[in-house]
Structures are given as C-alpha cells and as structure tokens.
C-alpha cells in the first residue's frame, strides 16, 4: 500500500502540483467572493491522493480540474450558499459574444444601404472600379484589364470615386446635424418661451 500511495503522490507532484495555479485563478474569478479557495485546493488533493490507482487518469490537467469542481460544488450545496439556477445566469452573464449587438448590425445595414445608393449615383467607370478593387478586391492590374482602361486610369477613379462618395456622406451628415442644432434651438425657444409666460 506504501509502494502505490509513493506512486500517486509523485504523480500528483509530476501531472497535478504544475497546473494549480491556474486552476487557483479560475476559482479565484468564479468563485472567489463564495469559497475558501484553500479549502477547495485541499480537498482536491486529498481527493486524488485517495485514489486506489491513478491509471485510468489520461488527462490529469482535466481531471483535476472536474475534481477541484466537484469539491467546490459539494461544499456550497452542503453550506446552502447558492442557488445553482442563479450561478448558471450569472455565468451566462459572462459569455462575451462576438456578434455585433441588434443596433449594431441595424447601423451597419443601413450605413452598407447609403454606401449603395451612392455608389449607384456615380457613372459606371467610377462605380465598376470601385467595386472591382474594394468589393472584389481585384488588383489594380486586373482592374484595369477588366474595364480596358490604363493602371493609372483605375488609380484616378478609384480616388475620384471615393472622394465623391465620402463628400456626399459628409454632407448629408452635416445637413442631419443641422437638422438636430435646429430642432434644439427651437426646442431651448419652446423652454424659453414657456418659462417667461404672463401670469
């Protein structure tokens, strides 16, 4: 028996002892403010270290881990501390998701839809260009092949394609800003009118 726990107890100190401390800041991040970290830590090891044979173990990074788990798990249900459902909408509060918000992806539809419609107003030459190098992203030669113009032809209505479509956005967007200024400064005459009403 001596021989077997001097063998799990190497092991532990070769496959388990290297992964605690980020096993420690797991814990530490979710459940911190709930458990004696210490405690859990312990009890992991006296967990594993109890084991008849360490064989059947094939991944002792996820093995301890499953077990630190269990043993935190076990020790808020036998303190009452937590309601499991509330711990899981907590974790869930957590995930980061990588796709854009419903505004997000609404201001970016409808931004590609005002890009669309000024592409459509420019001529065709300015337009294919700008499609075929920055939507297809052809390069400039076979832009040029395509459209059986010069390089420096795509290179001049690329330019002056852009430069239009980002002067147009620019003054649309002034003249909505305007529009906002105008709409506050009636509004501050609605206030200022009704603050210096006769009584």
């Not at 210490?38 to 301890?64: K, M, T, W």
């Not at 000024?118 to 400039?140: F, H, M, N």
Request: one cysteine or more.
């Amino acid at each position: 028996m001596d021989d077997e726990s001097d063998i799990i107890a190497a092991w532990i100190a070769r496959e388990i002892v290297p992964h605690e401390g980020r096993i420690r800041n797991w814990l530490s991040r979710r459940w911190h403010h709930v458990i004696d970290i210490e405690d859990v830590i312990q009890e992991a090891y006296c967990r594993i270290a109890s084991l008849a044979s360490v064989d059947h173990i094939d991944n002792p990074a996820g093995y301890f881990h499953r077990t630190v788990n269990a043993v935190a798990t076990d020790m808020m249900r036998r303190a009452g501390i937590i309601n499991f459902t509330s711990m899981t909408q907590i974790e869930w509060s957590n995930v980061i998701d990588g796709k854009p918000s419903a505004d997000r992806a609404l201001e970016a539809c409808q931004e590609l839809e005002r890009v669309d419609g000024l592409l459509a107003r420019l001529s065709d030459t300015y337009r294919k260009v700008i499609e075929l190098r920055r939507i297809e992203g052809l390069s400039r030669k076979e832009t040029a092949e395509r459209l059986g113009v010069s390089e420096n032809d795509v290179k001049n209505y690329l330019v002056r394609g852009l430069r239009k479509i980002m002067q147009t956005m620019a003054e649309q967007d002034a003249r909505m800003d305007g529009d906002d200024d105008e709409r506050e400064a009636n509004d501050k005459k609605v206030e200022v009118i009704g603050t210096h009403r006769p009584r």
